[in-house]
Every structure is written in structure tokens, then in C-alpha cells.
């Protein structure tokens, strides 16, 4: 498989060649709507982010993507096949990296990797796998003994010992601290530049804009933007904020497009100097916190 190319969506979505192909999904929990009519379309060879706060419905697309959770709505089609009624052959083929650490602690790193390497019909060569995570060090360590970074990397090594053409990733660096993200960052380029395609979510606006080719931001269950993330930026960027203070000292904030006829307004309405008068373009995380509804009041 050729790495990630460039093609449009689409492209892919004519020619029917997605990796991951979602249709308004629909999960609820009770009287909780996690997910609300969700799309999604992952190209081949791509690394794709889907972003959003706590609670968005990350963790529940991506379980009912890997087949361990039910649906109640929605098409799903995941390297062809519907998770839902997915055999061996499949699982084979998508590799997952779970949230919750699930590496044997008492045996070691090699132990567990050859181990996980057996329940695949063309595993990795575990020696490759470990390198491959930059855990050749600590080969002959029990796995208790690993930091929470070299626990994640031994997650991802577990996740690719298959040799899967997808890997999902659910919230991968979540408690890393920066230098540990950005070897993981690496691990992750390493593994696309390879041609696994990978699907991964996160809390991270920086992290989607480090490694994704494309990203959807998710807030309450439904995808509130998508692109690649210089669209995003173009998309939502060219707004302007402009701040300013009423006489009475009310506070006010205008997102506009037009800040000149804004200022031009308020300059005949306040015949003088305008209190606070502040002009701003909001930085990707700016559009990012608003399109959650994470924004700060003011
Ligand atoms: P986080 O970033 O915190 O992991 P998330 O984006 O992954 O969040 P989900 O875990 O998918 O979000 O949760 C979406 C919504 O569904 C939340 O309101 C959550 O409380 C609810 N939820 C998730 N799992 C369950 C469950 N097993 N039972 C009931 N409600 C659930």
C-alpha cells in the first residue's frame, strides 16, 4: 500500500475507495444522545483526527468503528465491512489502541509482543514491532516496570503487530508530557509513511494539526467542521473579533467578517474615541473552542 497521495474526498467517496465510511451514525446512552448523526470518510493511506472536547462522542465512534459497541442508527463501513458483523479476518486487519492499558503486567515487553504476535495470521516480526515503538531498550523489561509514555508505545506496538492496513487510535497522547508526545507524533508519521491508514481521536487541536491529513471536530455527538486543517484555518480564520466596551462599560464582542464597516458603525455611534476598541483574527484554537461552544465569556 502507497502512503497517503493527496486525493479528494471526493475522489474516493466516487470511486467507493474509503477506508472508514460512516453515515449518520446514531448511538444513545439512555436519555444521552453521544452520537448524533455522524459522517465520516477516511481515504486510504490517511491519517485522519476526529477533535472535540470531553464528552463529544469520541470514544463511542470509535468503539462502534473497532465493532465493540452497538449502534442504533447509520451506515458503517470499515475497510469494506460492517463492524458490527465482522469476523476473524477483519479484527486482523484493524488494529486498535485502547484507552485503558491492556499489556499483561508481569511478563515482558518481548514476551508480550511475541505473544500478541501469535493471534495474527501475518504478524510483524515482534523484534521490528518493538523497534519500531523505540522500545529496543526496554525489550527485557517487564512491563510493570514501564513509564505511562512506554506503556503507550507498547499499546501501539500491540495495536501494529498485525500488521493492520487501520489503525484507531483513541486519544493516544492523553497525560503525555510534550517531549513523550512528539516521539509519539513521529511514531505515528513513521506508520503512515509506511501506508497504514490511521484514524485517531484527541483532545488536542495542536496534535490534529501536527499529524492529521484531514480532521472533524466534534461537539455533542455531531461534526460541527471538517477539513484539512489549513482549510479549517481558512475557512473559519478570515473572521475578525472585534472587542469594545458600551458607555455603561458592558463588555461587547462581534465575530465579523466586515470589521472596517463594524468599526466605521461604532465610531459614528460613539463620535470619539471607542472604550476598549480591540481588533483581533482568532488563531485556529480561537475557532476551535468556538465551534465546541468551549469559548471563553468574556
Ligand atoms: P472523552 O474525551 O471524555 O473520552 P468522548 O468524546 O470520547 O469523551 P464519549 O466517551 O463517546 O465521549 O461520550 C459521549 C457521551 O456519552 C458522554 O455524555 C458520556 O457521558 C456518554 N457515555 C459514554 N459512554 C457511556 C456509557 N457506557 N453509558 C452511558 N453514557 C455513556
Redesign the pocket.
Known sequence: MTPYDGTTTQDATATGDLAVDVRGLR?R??E????DGIDLAVRHGEVYG?L????????????ILQGH?ARDGGDVAVLGVDPASAGRAWRSRVGVVW?DESAPVELTVRETVRQFARYYPNPRDPEEAIALVGLEEKAASRVKSLSGGQRRRLDVALGVIGDPALLLL??PT?GFDPAARRQFWSLIRGLADEGTTILL?T?YLEEAEALAHRLAV?AD?RVVAEGAPTALRGQYGTEAVVEWAEPDGTPRVEHTRTPTRTVAQLTARFDGEIPGLRIGRPSLEDVYLRLTGQEATR
Open positions: 448511538k446512552y439512555g444521552v444522545t453521544a452520537v476526529i472535540g472536547p470531553n464528552g463529544a462522542g469520541k470514544s463511542t465512534t470509535v468503539e459497541r484507552q483513541d486519544e492523553t481521536t483532545h466534534i455527538g
